[in-house]
């Protein structure tokens, strides 16, 4: 994919979840994995700021483009769920007991993922990219 094809899934996706409000940058790198902020390897992440309502994409760009279509979905999914995902963080963060507050912490990562594919899955069959 060249990097405007990039830029026009991540513009179909914004209109669809209706973020056009967001500005969001990308970063493309060569390679077929980048290092995600400590979650190790992936094609590519997603990091907003919410008080700037700016996001970069960061994504390995030598991929398939079925691959990297799906990737952006992907990521534009995180987007989208992002202000409720920031919400369960800051609920977890009062939870006193640390070692409950990092198993509950680690529990809303894991669902959140899990949600995220399987979003990504049904929009994939619903939606021609």
Known sequence: MTEKQVADQVGKWMKLFQLQQWEI???LKKGSSVEANGEGQVIAFIEPDRCSQSAV?????DNDDEELKNTICHEMIHLLFFEVETLLYA???????EQIREVM?????????????????????????
């Open 25 to 27: 940058g990308l970063d």
């Open 91 to 97: 609920l977890v963060g009062f939870i006193s007991d």
């Open 57 to 61: 994409i960061t994504m390995a760009m």
């Open 105 to 129: 912490g680690e529990l809303v990562h894991g669902r959140k993922e899990e949600f995220v594919i399987r979003m990504e899955r049904a929009l994939r069959n619903a939606i021609p990219t």
